[in-house]
């Protein structure tokens, strides 16, 4: 149950290993075709069949390394595997297209739900991370639903209308770059609204 305590650079190398192991068989495969069975499957489906099991194996290991993952990282897991699966399946590569647009409606829609509530889930799953005040955790549970739906939004909006290579450059760096940019923008709210840990050392 308690985190273990793991270098936050093998926890990264095992979350973003396999995304930067998907981009390089992508570039690398994208214009070969492999016949498999009397099917032809194009370079970006033998991408995503390499790609399932290093994130499968990459979430095992960091499960075992940290004692525990996410929610996003379990709901991450199994959406790769179903859609992933539902490509390789029907040699499709729409069905992995979709897949970040269900992550970001799934994270947005439950983000929404417990602000219709008054409630914050994000406070429940980070609040150890960041200690803020309620006032603050609403007001970035607020962001953050809206920063899904918009992320939800641009993943439709670049695979529908974009070429598959633009879509890998967009899911690879665009996504990672969102997120990033994001939490560095909401360094004024946790200043605003942060609790100093030591708060209680400092009253005594």
Request: hydrophobic residues 55%; positive net charge; aromatic residues 14%.
């Amino acid at each position: 149950m308690s985190n273990k305590n793991v270098s936050p650079l093998v926890k990264t190398a095992l979350e973003m290993g396999p995304v930067i192991l998907f981009f390089v068989a992508f570039v690398l495969l994208k214009d070969r075709e492999f016949i498999v069975a009397g099917t032809a499957y194009k370079g970006f489906i033998a991408a995503t069949a390499l790609f399932i099991p290093v994130l499968l194996i990459s979430t095992g290991i960091l499960w075992k390394l940290t004692g525990e993952l996410s929610k996003m990282q379990i709901v991450t897991a199994v959406l790769v595997l179903v859609f992933g699966g539902l490509g390789i399946w029907f040699n499709d590569e729409r069905f992995f297209k979709m897949k970040p647009t269900l992550i970001y409606l799934i994270f947005g829609g439950l983000l929404g739900f417990g602000l219709l509530r008054g409630q914050s889930y994000l406070k429940v799953v980070m609040e150890q991370a960041l200690p803020m005040v309620d006032a603050g955790w609403m007001i970035l549970t607020k962001r953050m639903t809206a920063f899904f739906f918009a992320l939800a939004i641009a993943n439709e909006v670049v695979w529908r209308t974009m070429s598959t290579e633009a879509w890998v450059n967009f899911k690879t760096f665009g996504l990672t770059a969102a997120l990033f940019i994001f939490m560095m923008t909401q360094s004024g709210l946790l200043a605003k609204y942060g609790i100093a840990q030591d708060d209680d050392t400092d009253a005594a």
